[in-house]
């Protein structure tokens, strides 16, 4: 399988922890994008990577954000002292071009009790 | 502010039906136009896409029609199958950015 892939599926965790989650893109795609969805709404951007560049960031990416693409595959978005409003699908999309087709992973879904 | 507008919210369709699920944008700049089909507990999935630069494409049973003039664009399933019964999002970018804007979905369920 070649598509994007993203570890864990799954985490709950308390507030206050901190999170981290990963995101393979597809292997010749060199942009990367992280997203989140809530229930019943569409996803949200949150970042953009081109190669190891953070290019771009949601409002919604708070200082206790972080995201990396240390050497332009993998990525981590890392999220510290969870909140319970932080609780919903983390999505990872990567692409080959800017203005182009972005493939989605199967979603981190994150519940902060 | 809700660049992308979606409608229905919701949308129930006999089997060998057409679903049609609308969008409107405002962002003018926007110049790529993505539809998006979403399983629950799953990713969403690119069904088809389309550029300003014509006023439909077809893959299959999937048809988009755009119209410029009038910010807006749509999605046709023709025949529509059980297995069609999903959420569907459309989505669009451009205008200096990379990021997708989607609207808000639409749940199609098709009955047998």
């Known amino acids: 399988d070649t598509g994007v892939s993203q570890d864990p599926r799954h985490k709950i965790t308390k507030r206050g922890q901190n999170v981290t989650f990963r995101c393979d893109p597809i292997s010749e795609h060199n942009r990367l994008y992280w997203y989140r969805q809530t229930l019943g709404q569409g996803p949200e951007f949150l970042t953009y990577f081109q190669n190891e560049a953070q290019l771009e960031k949601s409002r919604l990416l708070s200082d206790r954000f972080s995201a990396e693409r240390p050497k332009g595959s993998f990525s981590t978005l890392e999220i510290q002292r969870t909140e319970q409003g932080d609780s919903a699908m983390y999505l990872c999309?990567?692409?080959?071009?800017?203005?182009?087709?972005?493939?989605f992973g199967p979603g981190t879904r994150l519940l902060v009790l | 502010q809700q660049q992308v507008k979606q409608s229905p919210q919701s949308l129930i369709v006999q089997k060998g039906g057409i679903s049609i699920i609308n969008c409107a944008y405002e962002n003018t700049a926007f110049d790529y136009f993505p539809w998006y089909q979403q399983f629950p507990g799953k990713g969403p999935a690119l069904l088809i896409a389309?550029?300003?630069?014509?006023s439909e494409k077809k893959e299959g049973r999937f048809t988009i029609s755009f119209n410029k003039s009038a910010k807006q664009f749509s999605l046709h399933i023709m025949d529509s199958q059980p297995g069609d019964s999903a959420t569907y999002f459309c989505a669009a970018n451009g205008a200096g950015s990379y990021q997708l804007t989607f609207g808000k979905g639409t749940k199609l369920s098709v009955i047998p």
């Open positions: 389309i550029r300003p630069d014509v």
């Open positions: 999309a990567s692409s080959s071009r800017g203005y182009g087709d972005q493939y």
